[in-house]
């Protein structure tokens, strides 16, 4: 999508007005829960209050996409080749694709996993192998014995989104084995692709890695006695934000640049009127990354810069964060008794225009 068409889309959907000023609250509450109201200390479980409204660009992270997909069809093929289920499919092989996934990915991709239907894996009710990048140490563990996923109380749409969609339209693809004893098997096999994924909202991983994050999950499918498709899971990647800036500035009308969350943070910074925000890259995914600095003729506490972002943003009362006018050698034209001293009319002393009138706001 083209620059100024995801600008109209925003405007169209009322996340910023024609003048680039952000008036949807969603976002400010976004930036509330990010900021304050969810940490590792505050959340207790998965719940839909750990969930920001927002959508993220996907487009970055299409390649790694296609490792879920491959997960996915893999497993496909299996079940369909295999009668519905995997009686014979080693539970191993499971832990080395989720494994092998975040091993070729990271550090973009922080985990993957994959979750079957019930009933399909063996005689487990629930099976679920999980691969996370723990400090450079990719770690695959089962979680089906302790983590209902399919629970619809949970912020798993990952899942249940997947699990409750229609697969009448998917793509099938002919293929033919011919085996060294000369056996041919031939099947007409159900194939996921990329827009049959489904990419989550950004979400709190309680419980989990304890980070924000997001998830795409492609199906895993297999067939129902009449030879329809029949949801039997999902392989997923997970991608951190912990490292993703959240841009606060104003987006001027020149800048056509679109971020990873389409601007959509875009002019939610706290800067007062007399400063400027400058973006301050390299914060990652917290509120108050930027700088608010002083304009021309400003200072703030004896300074000619400013103050943090994150002091702002941290503070209850912004009255503290205010530049003043700085005054230096300002003199009257008419005299320093004249009617125009009195009212506070002056010009500065390297002014070149005698009619070049400034007002000083201590004379008020």
């Not at 719940?47 to 790694?64: G, Q, T």
């Not at 033919?176 to 056996?183: D, E, M, V």
């Not at 029949?230 to 500035?249: P, R, S, Y």
Request: net charge negative; aromatic share 14%.
């Amino acid at each position: 999508m083209a620059p100024i068409d995801i600008f109209v889309y925003l405007v169209f959907c009322g996340l910023v007005t024609g003048d680039y000023h952000v008036n949807n609250d969603n976002i400010f509450k976004v930036l509330e829960k990010i900021g304050t109201t969810v940490s590792r200390e505050t959340c207790t479980s998965l719940s839909p209050d750990e969930e920001l409204d927002i959508a993220v660009d996907f487009s970055k992270w299409e390649e790694y996409a296609d490792l879920a997909i491959y997960n996915s069809n893999y497993l496909s093929a299996q079940i369909q080749k295999h009668g519905g289920s995997l009686e014979t499919f080693h539970e191993s092989l499971c832990h080395d694709l989720v494994t092998n996934l975040v091993v070729t990915a990271k550090p973009e991709i922080l985990s993957g996993v994959v979750e079957f239907a019930p009933g399909v894996f063996k005689n487990y009710e629930l099976f679920a192998a999980f691969a996370v990048n723990t400090n450079g140490t990719v770690e695959s563990v089962e979680l089906g014995n302790f983590y209902n996923y399919t629970n619809d109380s949970l912020v798993n749409e990952w899942y249940s989104v997947l699990r409750d969609r229609n697969y009448e339209n998917v793509a099938i693809d002919r293929t033919k084995t011919t085996f060294r004893n000369g056996t041919i098997i031939e099947a007409d096999l159900l194939v996921a692709r990329r827009d049959d994924g489904h990419i989550t909202k950004p979400y709190y991983d309680c419980g989990g890695g304890h980070v924000w994050m997001f998830t795409y999950s492609s199906p895993i499918l297999g067939r129902n006695t009449d030879g329809s498709p029949k949801f039997k899971g999902v392989a997923t990647i997970d991608i951190e934000l912990t490292d993703k800036d959240i841009n606060q500035c104003d987006l001027e009308y020149e800048d056509d640049t679109v971020d990873l969350f389409f601007n959509v943070f875009r002019g939610t910074h706290k800067c007062p009127i007399e400063t400027t925000c400058h973006f301050r890259p390299g914060l990652g995914f917290k509120v108050g990354g930027y700088f608010c600095i002083c304009n021309e003729g400003f200072y703030y506490q004896g300074l000619y810069s400013g103050f943090s972002g994150e002091e702002v943003e941290k503070a209850t009362d912004l009255s503290s964060f205010r530049c003043e006018m700085k005054h230096h050698g300002y003199r009257s034209s008419f005299g320093s008794d004249s009617h125009d001293r009195q009212l506070g009319r002056y010009f500065p002393l390297n002014s070149d225009d005698s009619d070049l009138y400034y007002t000083n706001p201590s004379m008020k």
